[in-house]
């Protein structure tokens, strides 16, 4: 069973028609089959997260969960951020992602979209029982 957290805006349970969810609060993350947790950030969640919103963003990461998967691509985040006129940079997210990794060991994962993350997303939910800590 996956749970979607009640707090996702526009959950990817969309492009999931033929599979059983529920909607809960999750403590920690946006996606949970009960052993491992995803995490969703689009872009603009993705830099405003590792921007003004760094450090609630990191007490989540400390809560812990395993996979962050996100709907775009690095060239996406350097379009995001001219496009808002930031002065964060490209490099400065991948330097962030790079150290998300190595110090927590949470798996990144770019998404060609939002329908791509989706497609991931429940293929790590169905097809994976323990989590990618015990692998």
């Known amino acids: 069973m996956i749970t979607v957290d009640t707090r996702e805006k526009l959950p990817w349970s969309v492009y999931w028609p033929d599979n059983t969810y529920v909607v809960a609060t999750l403590s920690t993350g946006d996606y949970s089959n009960g052993n491992i947790l995803i995490e969703r950030k689009s872009i603009t969640d993705l830099c405003n997260s590792l921007g003004k919103g760094k ?45 998300i990794y190595e110090d927590y060991g949470i798996q990144i994962i770019f998404a060609d979209d939002r329908e791509n993350a989706a497609e991931i997303a429940l293929h790590i939910l169905i097809d994976y029982n323990i989590s990618p800590n015990c692998l």
């Open 55 to 99: 450090k609630r963003f990191y007490r989540e990461i400390e809560r812990g969960f395993d996979f962050l998967i996100i709907e775009g691509c690095k060239a996406d985040i350097t379009t995001h951020l001219k496009y808002v006129n930031s002065r964060m940079t490209s490099q400065y997210i991948m330097h962030c992602l790079k150290e």
